[in-house]
């Protein structure tokens, strides 16, 4: 269970799961799927399985909680204690409570929140199995479940990182690779007005590499985005084949 | 938040800031006036007092031993905890750490952790069995903005003038001896924390100017100008151009501050 | 002066709709001169006008709707009314009591308890204040006979069809009264359970297909057909 690995990169240029240094791990994305929520979705990216959920606009209870001029946006991000390998407690840790406000913070520039005073939106995010760039993953389906509550959006937001291992600048860290590599560079986006929402950085950068990083995470970021919106076409599409 | 200030205060930053000034007069890339003063608690094992204007952040480290982590059996440990004290702001309430104290405190353990300040390995005592633990307790004074450059100025600080007991091992049994030994600092990371303000940054914002910023970005900086750490806060944006602008003048000010302290 | 997307293609909330001399419609915002949407839906431009049509949208009061509420309170002056929106409505007690309110003598439980349904108007509604609803014209009131159905309040209009259309084939083939809430909340009040059912599902279908033609037609058909089906199981012999 404890090897030491020593090459995240072989002779061939490949990763430890044969990717190649710009490519992604493989991502399947549904929304829509839990009943009770007003949006919802459901995000797979190599091992990764997240569920995001979104309620409101709501009125938020005690009233005090809310603000007399725009919206309150909270955010929850939790790993289910099955999630990992060592069981995790489910007790919120520090870095869930960081990465819970983080979140927040990617999605609440693409809501109008000035839009509806006095109430609350609630995201919550399950982690039910993770391997590493949960939080980006978190971020494109939070973003989903809130479209898919019909909650008024500039753009979607859509995350992906990029990192160091092995000397290479690689794309969408798994696991292994954020451990035992050099850097890790998550960013979140509003692609069609090219804003970064989120932006964290952990590891040694020469500011050249940080540039690189940062390209390769958004060239990510629009490809994920790209599949963002597949899922809302393939929804349509199903329904007319019915028809059909 | 912004309840604090008067909205012809916000208007009056705000459009002084589309003409590149700042309402305290200071240049756009400027710190304010920067005080540390190291060894002011006898209690603690290594301490530091940071002033940066009228931000006041005392840090102080405990050293204690311990068992490593598994995955790291022969390294010492690092553990980062900030308080915002009542007393340090109207709008700091009593009780378990918030999320922001709780976000203030990993950043300053990021740039302490990842630009590998502390000789970790220098830290083991048994390799698996017993290490060095290093608490570093960050304990905000007076917040008039930008807690997060002072808190990892002072918590530096704090860890610079930090020694360990010495020891021997006799018998497999750990003995504390006379004698203290300077904690092994190797590197000196410096914070630089901007803010957004009318699509302007600026560094070192004061209070006001945080309650005005539509997004703050923080980055920790290396002796070898590397990035080490970055931390986007608040609920605006940033564009790539805006993020690689402050890589290069966090940059320039960290390597301006470690000259200055004489790091 | 350009658009970007061929009318009832399907947009996402960031979609740039439309640069230049354009009217921004439902469901999009403007940032200097371009339109871009805001909601999941099919865009649709109207001359010089830029809609979406949302797939899925909450709805939000406007003054003169009618809506279809549950009463969650019963308050000291009045009561609570859940109308599927953001902000919880208001039924004041005098609005109701065709006489002067009096708190000592009058039972508000009485007249309207939690977890009834009433048919009301929305009397005013802004930015600062919640929603507050009448009850005080020919129509409105409590419910007390039929079947209750919530739709994604952007379907009602395609419930109504051109002219009334649609709804009109639904009372007609059904036999049923039917009030649709502007908030999504429709009421089916029909001679017995099955013409009611057959509404809803004539009405769950709409919602289902709501962006495709030819709706109308199918919807006749649908019912046609089920109503045969119903007189033919009837007429059966039992074995």
């Known amino acids: 269970m404890n090897q030491k690995i020593e090459k995240l990169i072989d002779k061939k240029g490949l990763r430890l799961d044969g990717r190649k240094p710009d490519e992604l791990r493989p991502v399947k994305i549904d929304v829509g799927i839990l009943a009770n929520a007003d949006g919802s979705a459901y995000i797979e990216q190599g091992k990764n399985k997240i569920l995001a959920a979104a309620f409101g606009p709501r009125e938020l209870h005690p009233k005090h909680l809310s603000l007399s001029d725009r919206m309150v946006l909270r955010c929850r991000y939790h790993m289910a204690p099955f999630s990992v390998q060592e069981r995790k407690s489910p007790a919120p840790s520090r870095r869930e409570v960081e990465l819970s406000k983080v979140i927040r913070e990617s999605l609440e520039p693409a809501i109008f929140i000035e839009q509806y005073p006095r109430t609350g939106i609630d995201i919550f995010v399950e982690v039910l199995q993770a391997d590493g760039g949960t939080r980006c993953a978190s971020i494109t389906a939070a973003s989903l479940a809130l479209a898919d509550a019909g909650i008024p959006m500039r753009d979607l937001v859509v995350a992906c990182a990029a990192g160091k291992v092995d000397g290479t600048i690689v794309l969408d860290l798994m696991d292994t690779e954020d451990k035992v590599g050099v850097a890790d560079v998550p960013v979140a986006l509003m692609p069609n007005l090219n804003a970064i929402t989120l932006l964290q950085m952990d590891g040694i950068l020469t500011l050249e590499e940080f540039e690189k990083a940062v390209d390769l995470a958004i060239a990510g970021c629009r490809k994920i985005y790209a599949m963002q919106k597949e899922v809302f076409k393939n929804k349509y599409v199903s329904i007319r084949e019915v028809e059909e | ?263 | 002066m350009p658009t970007f997307f061929e009318g009832r293609q399907l947009v996402t909330p960031g979609d740039l709709l439309a640069e230049g001399d354009y009217i921004a419609g439902d469901n999009t915002y403007v940032e200097g001169n371009k339109i871009y949407a805001s909601r999941v839906g099919l865009v649709d431009y109207e001359n010089k006008k830029v809609n979406v049509v949302a797939l899925k949208a909450f709805y939000i009061p406007k003054v003169g709707d009618i809506v279809i509420g549950t009463i969650v309170e019963v308050g000291f002056s009045g009561w609570t009314v859940d109308i599927k929106a953001p902000y919880g409505a208001l039924l004041r007690a005098s609005d109701v009591l065709s006489r002067p309110f009096k708190p000592q003598n009058d039972e508000l439980s009485q007249v309207l308890n939690a977890g009834d349904l009433i048919v009301a108007k929305i009397a005013s509604y802004d930015r600062a204040h919640d929603p507050q609803l009448t009850v005080g014209e020919p129509g409105l009131g409590k419910i007390t006979r039929g079947q209750i159905m919530r739709i994604t309040p952007t379907k009602i209009p395609r419930v109504i069809g051109r002219k009334g259309s649609m709804i009109s084939i639904i009372k007609q083939e059904t036999g049923c009264q039917i009030i649709l809430g502007v908030n999504g909340v429709i009421l089916i009040t029909g001679k017995n359970p099955e013409d009611e059912e057959l509404a809803v599902m004539a009405i769950r279908r709409i919602e289902e297909e709501s962006h495709t033609s030819g709706l109308t037609d199918r919807i006749t058909q649908m019912l046609k057909e089920a109503k045969v089906k119903r007189e033919e199981s009837k007429n059966e012999p039992k074995n």
Not at chain 2, 134 to 144: G, K
Not at chain 2, 178 to 187: A, D, E, M, S, V
Not at chain 2, 225 to 246: L, R, S
Request: hydrophobic share 40%; glycine share 8%; proline share 4%.
């Open chain 2, 1 to 263: 938040m912004s309840s604090l200030i008067t909205r012809v205060r916000q208007k009056q930053i705000v459009q002084l800031m589309a003409k590149g000034k700042r309402l305290d007069g200071r240049g756009l890339n400027d710190y304010r006036e920067t005080k540390v003063e190291q060894g002011i608690i006898e209690r603690a094992e290594g301490s530091a007092r940071v002033l940066l204007g009228k931000t006041e952040v005392l840090v102080g480290t405990k050293i204690e031993t311990g068992e490593p982590f598994s995955d790291t059996p022969n390294e010492g440990v690092l553990t980062v905890n900030a308080e915002l004290v009542p007393l340090a702001s109207s709008t700091f309430e009593p009780g378990p750490p918030d999320e922001n104290s709780i976000e203030l405190a990993r950043i300053v353990d990021r740039g302490i952790r990842e630009s590998k300040a502390i000789d970790v390995e220098k830290l083991c005592i048994e390799a698996g069995k017993n290490v060095f633990v290093v608490f570093v307790d960050v304990y905000v004074l007076n917040h008039d903005g930008n807690l997060i450059d002072a808190s990892a100025l002072a918590a530096l600080a704090a860890l610079l003038n930090a020694k360990m007991p010495n020891y021997e091992i006799e018998e497999g049994q750990v003995k504390i001896k006379q004698g203290y030994t300077p904690l092994p600092i190797k590197r000196h990371p410096v914070t630089v924390t901007f803010a957004k303000i009318n699509d302007r940054l600026v560094v070192d914002p004061w209070l006001e100017e945080e309650q005005v910023m539509d997004a703050r970005l923080s980055m920790a900086i290396d002796d070898d100008g590397n990035i080490c750490a970055i931390q986007k806060g608040g609920t605006g944006c940033f564009t790539q151009q805006q993020v690689f602008e402050a890589a290069k003048i966090a940059r320039e000010k960290a390597g301006e501050i470690r000259k200055k302290l004489g790091w």
